[in-house]
Nanobody, 124 residues
Framework: VQLQASGGGLVQAGGSLRLSCTAS????????MGWFRQAPGKERELLAA????????YYADSVKGRFTISRDNAKNTVYLQMNSLKSEDTAVYYC??????????????????WGQGTLVTVSS
């Protein structure tokens, strides 16, 4: 599967952005999907993940209550709605997919497919 992420950009603190990731290739609904991010000088971390039918969601503590992951299998797209953005949310955001996972896994090597990354910059 190939993943194409979009929606990053510059936003003021407190603002919102919605990231999208469109998949092509095999049947989208067969993939467990997620979003990672990597801030400068930090490890890449799993922010959110979602099961094949839209349930079984996971959120990192750092984004719980502010970010929402969702998917539209008819459009082969997974979304990350980001609200109440903070300067510490500045990072490159990556969508990921895996066709073996049943439950969310935090390790980056659990996910076989990665998008190219989209930069989110939050100004304070």
């Amino acid at each position: 599967v190939q993943l194409q992420a979009s929606g990053g950009g510059l936003v003021q603190a407190g603002g919102s952005l919605r990231l999208s990731c469109t998949a092509s290739g095999r049947t989208f609904s067969s993939y467990f999907m997620g979003w990672f991010r990597q801030a400068p000088g930090k490890e890449r971390e799993l922010l959110a993940a979602i099961g094949r039918s839209g349930g079984n969601t996971y959120y990192a503590d750092s984004v719980k209550g502010r970010f929402t992951i969702s998917r539209d299998n008819a459009k082969n797209t997974v979304y990350l709605q980001m609200n109440s953005l903070k300067s510490e949310d500045t990072a490159v955001y990556y969508c990921v997919a895996d066709d073996r996972l049943i439950t969310p896994r935090r390790a980056r090597d659990e996910y076989d497919y990665w998008g190219q990354g989209t930069l989110v910059t939050v100004s304070s």
